[in-house]
């Protein structure tokens, strides 16, 4: 059975940083995309970051909203991916959700096959 579990939501202040963590269980992830979504209340669930294999090497792709303030990564030996989050500001307050194996577009939400739970973050100002 495949588990995405993300971890390391909370609430900062702005300007504060966040990281979050999302482990695979049931299956390896190192040869497909994942990604990093998050859903506001009332809104859609929108991209955030996604990080793909390209040969030997990985290449990433941000929502112009993290650009500059958020990196994502991947330890694939743990089956893990990472949001690093800095720069916070309250609009990026949401549940924030990691997604694996797309077969693309990588920022659709619709292209990822599995899902987490999500995880609070709470940006107050």
């Known amino acids: 059975q495949v588990q995405l579990a993300e971890s390391g939501g909370g609430t900062v202040q702005a300007g504060g940083s966040l990281r979050l963590s999302c482990a695979a269980s049931?299956?390896?992830?190192?040869?497909?995309?994942m990604g990093w979504f998050r859903q506001a209340p009332g809104k859609e669930r929108e991209f955030v970051a996604t990080?793909?294999?390209?040969?030997?090497?990985?290449?990433?792709y941000y929502a112009d909203s993290a650009k500059g303030r958020f990196t994502i990564a991947r330890d694939d030996a743990k089956d893990t991916v990472f949001l690093q989050m800095n720069s916070l500001k309250p609009e990026d307050t949401a549940v924030y959700y990691c997604?694996?194996?797309?077969?693309?577009?990588?920022?659709?939400?619709?292209?990822?096959?599995?899902w987490g739970q999500g995880t609070q973050v709470t940006v107050s100002s």
């Open positions: 997604a694996g194996d797309s077969g693309g577009p990588h920022y659709v939400p619709a292209s990822y096959v599995y």
């Open positions: 049931g299956r390896t992830f190192s040869r497909y995309a």
């Open positions: 990080t793909w294999r390209r040969g030997r090497t990985y290449d990433a």
